[in-house]
């Protein structure tokens, strides 16, 4: 009780909305303003217009952005960290596997991913695999990236594999960032418990329906991508895949060689052995670098390519960050190819309603709704939503965005302590699942007592 009371204390503001309110409050509940009534308020006022500032711009193939080192190596930053805080690694059944885990859960939710964390058991402790769904694209059709998060538990694993899990983590934000459109549906994966058996990515494949199995067009995989001493390795497992990895060195005049140390000591065999087609990359591990390969890639000859595998100084000095950077350039070009996609560019296309609608006091969930016409196929992965709510504690409001399909995309959440008035702000949602035409609305609840206030024009730019 006190706690529930505590925000709601008499502060001057707090006192004087409640009496503003009234009156708003009490007419929106005796006509018993529901959503449904609300948004049959006629949309004479909602000044719908449409200003295409880039004019119609046909979806074309997109070539795949470059990715972000410095990005990727923030993530290594921060699964070192993970590793410090947690006894020095990142491993199954440890406290630093999970922190990992939620770490990267944690920027894919942000992002717009649809996530899901699977739990396994294997040497009596709780294993996690992480997957990840970008919304959209044919889904009989996936093109699927993993890595395997976890570390073996002598140190904090940022090349074996931080590398892989932070490149495939900053590919997916980047799809997310560029309102990427694949015409193939898109999935990421970090498996649990590889380094005791590939025991998370096994138990995935195991669960996996057969009707599933088959849509997977590609399962890449990348464990170890940032190796000290670089080399720079393809699977030879399927000719196309293949075949896409090394085009992309190619433009880059860097060497490749087909991976062998050590066939089916990744994540990506029990795809393979299910009939899924495999490829992937690797930057090589204890095996000795040669002269031969030394001279192609630089580094040191009679060296391996980690000389930390599996050792305690497996920390963020033990990435070569080229290798780091044309291994992620390589994964987001792979990705991009093999999904086909296009991207729609923004259209500028603006849809604004004015109509007040007013938000009771504690009530019910009210809507606005636009009507979308003349935009092509789906609506963007980033497409933004401005709102301008005018109510008195903006804590008591939730706000949802609410597509043609009739699913609910949150914007806002309430907040027992966010006392400021109004909610004008433009979020950024993932609506590329939503076919753009047809009637989008804004769905805003009043959840605590005593504040209220009224929704005053919102827009959605495509
Ligand atoms: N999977 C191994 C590990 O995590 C590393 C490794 C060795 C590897 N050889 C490989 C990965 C070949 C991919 C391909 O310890
Ligand atoms: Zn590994
Ligand atoms: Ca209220």
Redesign the pocket.
């Known amino acids: 009780m006190l706690e529930l009371n505590g925000p709601t204390l008499p502060r001057r503001s707090r006192r004087a909305a409640v009496l503003l309110a009234t009156g708003a409050a009490v007419t929106a509940a005796l006509l018993g303003v529901s959503s449904v009534q609300a948004n049959a308020v006629p949309t004479t006022a909602a000044a719908t217009t449409a200003t295409a500032t880039a004019g119609k711009t046909a979806a074309r193939a997109a070539a795949a952005p470059d990715i972000s080192v410095a990005n990727v190596k923030a993530h290594l930053n921060q699964l070192q960290s993970i590793a410090n805080a947690n006894g020095g690694n990142r491993a199954h059944g440890r406290s630093g596997y999970k922190a990992s885990i939620d770490y990267v859960k944690g920027k894919l939710d942000a992002a717009g991913f649809t996530t899901s964390v699977q739990q396994f058991t294997s040497n009596g402790s709780t294993g996690y695999n992480l997957i990840a769904d970008w919304p959209g694209g044919d889904a009989d059709h996936v093109i699927f990236a993993g890595a395997?998060l976890d570390s073996?538990s002598r140190g904090a694993g940022i090349n074996?594999?931080g590398s892989g899990s932070a490149g495939i983590l900053e590919v997916a934000l980047t799809v997310a960032k560029e309102g990427y459109k694949p015409g193939k549906h898109l999935r990421f994966a970090w498996w649990g418990a590889?380094?005791l058996g590939?025991v998370g990515s096994q138990n995935y494949v195991r669960q996996l329906p057969a009707a599933e199995r088959s849509k997977i067009d590609a399962y890449l995989?990348f464990?170890?991508i940032g190796s000290p001493n670089p080399g720079y390795?393809v699977?030879d497992d399927d000719p196309q895949l293949e075949g896409v990895f090394k085009d992309y060195f190619a433009t880059k005049n860097i060497a490749t060689e087909i991976?062998t140390?050590?066939?089916g000591?990744?994540?990506?065999a029990p795809f393979k052995n299910a009939g899924v087609r495999v490829g992937?990359l690797?930057s090589g591990?204890?095996?000795t670098k040669t002269a031969d390969q030394a001279a192609k890639w630089g580094g040191t000859a009679g060296q391996p390519f980690d000389r930390c595998?599996?050792a305690s100084c497996d920390t963020t000095a033990n990435i070569n960050d080229t290798a780091l950077d044309n291994n992620s350039d390589a994964i987001a070009h792979a990705v991009w190819t093999l999904s086909s996609g296009s991207t729609t560019p923004p259209t500028g296309k603006v849809f604004e309603s004015k109509s007040q609608v007013d938000i009771p006091d504690a009530g019910a969930a009210v809507e606005s709704s636009i009507t979308v016409g003349g935009v092509q196929g789906n609506a963007p992965g980033a497409l933004k939503a401005t709102v301008d709510i005018r109510h008195t504690y903006r804590g008591d409001l939730v706000v949802d965005l609410v597509g043609p399909s009739g699913k609910a995309y949150r914007l806002k959440n309430s907040s027992s302590n966010d006392s400021a008035a109004d909610v004008t702000e433009t979020y950024t949602v993932n609506a590329s699942a939503e076919t753009a035409n047809g009637t989008w609305k804004l769905r805003v609840q009043d959840v605590a007592a005593q504040d209220s206030g009224h929704i005053a024009s919102w827009k959605l730019t495509f």
């Not at 000591?265 to 990506?268: K, Y």
């Open positions: 395997h073996v074996d594999n590889e380094e590939l995989n464990d170890m390795f699977y991976e140390e050590g066939d000591r990744s994540d990506h992937g690797f591990a204890d095996y595998y599996h």
